[in-house]
């Protein structure tokens, strides 16, 4: 039942006009962070299950090898997929990726692969023969912001992957040779605009408020960026959203570990 | 599913991972662990991890799926790409569709589908981590998910596998075993009438073979049962006050 | 004959007895009686129900219940009201000439009404009278088995959460709660507070202290 979407927008929308939010956050401030590195370090060679408030995401990480793409021979491959699973909402229908599943993932690759977070050059193994990673992030509980969500449990994921043995031509499995090297760690922040205001970290109720919203991505730099929603942003907004990014990666950065 | 001449599965009476034949692996199990599913459970089983969300009863679409006598039950039964150990494209291959099937018909036979004509019940099993025996973990979670959900039942479902190892019948096999033993013999009880409601096998076994897994698996079956009945216990535990009425939340 | 007692856990399948009529969270079998959920026993001399400790709604004559308008139709709308049976409301709630009537001049789609349950067939389908539009305030989810402890016995508890928060509240059967003005953060405090311990020996009690306290402190901030 939508109830939710209709009476809460003009619920969301009279508080953020007062300055306040539904869980009394702060505009710029997360929900509680809670990170499970090695969730099911069991098969997976890296994983973690984030939550983000009540938002649950787990992000595994699969390795395989195989050849390189043409125009970078000597580099690793790396591929992003999101599953929006049906459990996690009721609104979420079994099947192929929809438009906002595949943003979802994408944006998340971007952000990782921009920014050089894996190097890939040091995963070749042999002439023709590189690691390939496997990003899989899997929803289980909707409560908004799936790509923040789904970004930090990728990038803590990653920091804690093992590379498998490879010998006489195949992988052994539950057998490791060392860490998946990263290079840096970029974290993604979104932030809603609703009316005039700018809140990171939207909460579901919120995304239901909010008139767009912006993704960032960034490391020392910025490595990916991306608007969503039907609404628009001023050039102030922007430079908003973008040092938010910078500071609130920073605080999330100190919480992932390599433990 | 031939035997491997280099792996000892069974030495001295223990098997690989220290238990005796009659013996379960490690199990933990609560509900209620999701926010937006009507009702939830994960069961850790061995190095089995499993969540369960139950939708429903809910509108069924398209309408002409709809039955006025009774709901439907769907389950789908998926594994996380990540969950074994060479990925697993993302999607339903027919091993799930399988497996999706007659974890349904099992939960069919208890849920009282009668009583909400015109709707779907939906339940959808993720495994997460997977070693063996994944089926049994799947429903017996999906029988937890559903109580927890309040959906009306006549019983629980409690699942457990049997097999054959090594020349040795045993319960709840492993992963190795699962691959190089001589049968896997999964299994599920409806506990109260002792009946059987999910039974499949594969491998080679003797009459009297098969009666000994039969009764392995049974009774593993009612070891589980006891677990999932001290779960939903605990879960009311707040419910019904105990332990006094928390002055924060 | 009894094979538990008062205020006893069941889970579904659990034997409740013998000679006793089945309640609707119960079924029968071969002569007995056992739970068809996970809840609570309660015995009241020979009366026997099974409280389920959660559940969805399932439309119920002269239930209050707040929806949303989904469709106008000629003649009616339908109105969701969280349960998979959607409702009809006739037109005639209005007008006396509905079909000539452009409804959605009176409720169009997303309008928030809550309303009454009239009749209801036997495959849930339920017609709702006495429409109120409901526009601003808040709605909050309240797990629909525990909402009549939110209400109590003669609306006590309802009532008392009314008097110490100042708020106006409207309770939805199917699990739907209204609130607006007064100190609305408390309201759904103690509401949520009751939805979790719900079936808790002297809770009424309970939460008149919790009320107190909590006001108490808003005073002296």
Known sequence: MEIEGYLKKD??????????????RKFDEHRKIIIDNGYVKDKAPGSCLVQLGKTKVLAGISIDVGEPFPDRPKDGVMSTSTEFRPIA???????????????????????????GAIDLKKLLIEDNLVWIVFIDIHILDHDGNLIDAGGIAAMSALLNTRLPKYEDGKIIY???SGKLPIARVPIPCT????????????????????????????????NAMQKGGTGSFNEEEIMACVDAAFEKGKEIRKMLSTG | MSGNGDLVLIKDGKRLDGRGFEELRDIKMEVSVLERASGSAYVEWGKNKVMVGVYGPRELHPKFLQDPTKARLRCVYNLAPFSVDERKK??????????????????SSVVMLERFPNTVIDVFIEILQADAGTRCVGLTAASLALADAGIPMKDLVSACSAGKVDGHVVVD???????????????????????????????????????????LAYDGCMKVYDLQRKTLMDSMKKFVGEGGVENGD | MLNIKDRDLVVPGDLIGNEILPDMNCYMEGGNVYSAVEGLVRVDGRKIKVVPSSGGYIPKREDVVIGVVMDVLTGKWLVDINSPYICAMSGEEVSRDAAKTDLS????????????????????????????????????????????????????????????????????????????????DLAIKTIKKIEKYAQTQGLTDQISEYLDKESREKISL
């Open chain 3, 105 to 184: 001049r009176y409720y169009k789609v997303g309008d928030i009404i809550t309303a009454k349950i009239g009749t209801v067939n036997e495959v849930f389908s339920c017609q709702l009278m006495k429409p109120w539009k409901i526009e601003s305030g808040l709605i909050i989810d309240v797990n629909p088995k525990r909402v009549p402890r939110v209400v109590g016995k003669q609306k006590s508890m309802l009532n008392m959460i009314r008097e110490k928060t100042g708020s106006r509240i409207i309770v939805g059967q199917n699990g739907k709660i209204w609130i607006k003005d007064g100190n609305v």
């Open chain 1, 11 to 24: 619920y969301i929308t009279n508080l953020v006009n007062e300055s306040k939010r539904e869980d009394g």
């Open chain 1, 89 to 115: 909402s009721p609104r979420f229908e079994s099947g192929p990726p929809n438009e906002d599943s595949i943003e979802v993932a994408r944006v998340i690759d971007r952000g990782i692969r921009e920014a």
């Open chain 2, 173 to 215: 096999l492993m992963k190795e075993e699962d691959n190089f033993g001589e049968c896997d013999l999964p299994m599920a009880i409806i506990p109260k009438k002792g009946e059987v409601v999910l039974l499949q096998m594969d491998g080679k076994l003797s009459r009297d073979e098969f009666k000994e897994a039969y009764k």
């Open chain 2, 90 to 107: 993302p999607g339903p291959d027919r091993r799930s569709v399988e497996i999706s099937k007659v974890t349904s018909e099992a939960l």
């Open chain 1, 174 to 176: 539950g057998e490791y």
């Open chain 1, 191 to 222: 932030t809603a605009k609703i009316g005039k205001a700018l809140l990171v970290d939207p909460s579901m109720n919120e995304e239901y408020a909010m008139d767009a919203r912006l993704t960032v991505s960034t490391t020392d730099n910025i």
